[in-house]
C-alpha cells in the first residue's frame, strides 16, 4: 500500500477555500492519511508554497505526529493538549498560518507534505525552524505523500 494524504477541504490542484487563508479564518484545513508503511513510528509534515517572490515559503511544520494517527482536524494547531510539536513558520508563529500570496500575483500552489518517520519523536530545537525539521524529517522518512492546493489574493 502506498502513503497517501487528502483534504476534505479542498482536491488535489484545486482552490482552497478562503476559511483556511490568512485574509479569511486561518483555519488548519483537515487533513487525513492512509497507507503508513510498516515501521512507522511517528508522522511529520510540512506547508510550503514554492511560488513566493522570496523563494519556499513555509506556512506550517509539524513533527512527533503520533503513528497511530491518521488525520489532523480542522484548527489542529489549536486543540488543547496536542501530542504534535509544531514549528515557526516564516511569518514567525509556531502554528499554521494560511495563504497570504500577494495582492494580483498569479494563483500559489501550497504543498502539504506528509513523511512516515521511523522514529517516534525528533529532536529538533523549536528555534530551529521548520527547515531544520523537514531536513531531519527526511533523513527518517519511510515515505512521503503530498497534497496541492492553490490559493489567489483577489
Given at each position: 500500500?502506498?502513503?497517501?494524504?487528502?483534504?476534505?477541504?479542498?482536491?488535489?490542484?484545486?482552490?482552497?477555500?478562503?476559511?483556511?487563508?490568512?485574509?479569511?479564518?486561518?483555519?488548519?484545513?483537515?487533513?487525513?492519511?492512509?497507507?503508513?508503511?510498516?515501521?512507522?513510528?511517528?508522522?511529520?509534515?510540512?506547508?510550503?508554497?514554492?511560488?513566493a517572490?522570496?523563494?519556499?515559503?513555509?506556512?506550517?511544520?509539524?513533527?512527533?505526529?503520533?503513528?497511530q494517527?491518521?488525520?489532523?482536524?480542522?484548527?489542529?494547531?489549536?486543540?488543547?493538549?496536542?501530542?504534535?510539536?509544531?514549528?515557526?513558520?516564516?511569518?514567525?508563529?509556531a502554528?499554521?498560518?494560511?495563504?497570504?500570496?500577494?495582492?494580483?500575483?498569479?494563483?500559489?500552489?501550497?504543498?502539504?507534505?506528509?513523511?512516515?518517520?521511523?522514529?517516534?519523536?525528533?529532536?529538533?530545537?523549536?528555534?530551529?525552524?521548520?527547515?531544520?525539521?523537514w531536513?531531519?524529517?527526511?533523513?527518517?522518512?519511510?515515505?512521503?505523500?503530498?497534497?496541492?492546493?492553490?490559493?489567489?489574493?483577489?
Amino acid at each position: 500500500m502506498t502513503l497517501t494524504l487528502i483534504s476534505k477541504a479542498f482536491a488535489q490542484d484545486q482552490p482552497i477555500p478562503r476559511k483556511y487563508a490568512r485574509a479569511g479564518e486561518n483555519l488548519f484545513p483537515p487533513l487525513s492519511w492512509s497507507g503508513a508503511p510498516d515501521g512507522t513510528r511517528s508522522f511529520a509534515l510540512v506547508v510550503e508554497d514554492p511560488d513566493a517572490p522570496r523563494g519556499t515559503f513555509r506556512h506550517c511544520g509539524i513533527a512527533n505526529i503520533p503513528a497511530q494517527w491518521t488525520a489532523l482536524g480542522e484548527s489542529a494547531d489549536t486543540a488543547p493538549e496536542q501530542a504534535p510539536r509544531f514549528y515557526k513558520n516564516d511569518f514567525g508563529n509556531a502554528r499554521y498560518d494560511g495563504p497570504q500570496p500577494p495582492q494580483g500575483d498569479r494563483p500559489h500552489h501550497y504543498i502539504f507534505r506528509l513523511a512516515a518517520l521511523d522514529v517516534p519523536k525528533l529532536s529538533i530545537p523549536d528555534a530551529a525552524g521548520i527547515s531544520a525539521m523537514w531536513a531531519e524529517a527526511r533523513k527518517h522518512a519511510l515515505a512521503e505523500a503530498s497534497v496541492t492546493g492553490t490559493y489567489q489574493t483577489q
